[in-house]
């Protein structure tokens, strides 16, 4: 069992940056891929990014370019960097871990494992 707990989220004006980390509990973090996912109130769960075992990375069309997503094996952290946070990006975001499939993938059904979540609130 693995467990993920994320953090770094708040409320910031348009135009802010936040990093949310996600720190994972398993001693084997590095054979893991891992994903942040996000939730509007009203709407369905979708996909942001993810990064690989080996760090290659996948992005939703609608972040590329101002969200970054990294990972520290030493640190079982997975972060995500937003930058230029405009009021739709508000939603909890979550991290995901998945055991069985080594690359970046946006499948959240193949994900094992889930956190908690963490409010991320953009006023305008």
């Known amino acids: 069992q693995v467990q993920l707990v994320e953090s770094g989220g708040g409320l910031v004006q348009a135009g802010g940056s936040l990093r949310l980390s996600c720190a994972a509990s398993?001693?084997?973090?590095?054979?893991?891929?891992m994903g942040w996912f996000r939730q509007a109130p009203g709407k369905e769960r979708e996909f942001v990014a993810a990064i690989g075992r080996s760090g290659t990375t996948y992005y939703a069309d609608s972040v590329k370019g101002r969200f970054t997503i990294s990972r520290d094996n030493a640190k079982n952290t997975v972060y995500l960097q937003i930058n230029s946070l405009k009021p739709e990006d508000t939603a909890v975001y979550y991290c995901a871990a998945d055991r069985d499939y080594s690359g970046a993938h946006q499948r959240s059904n193949l994900y094992d494992y889930w956190g908690q979540g963490t409010q991320v609130t953009v006023s305008s």
């Open positions: 398993a001693r084997t973090f590095t054979l893991y891929s």
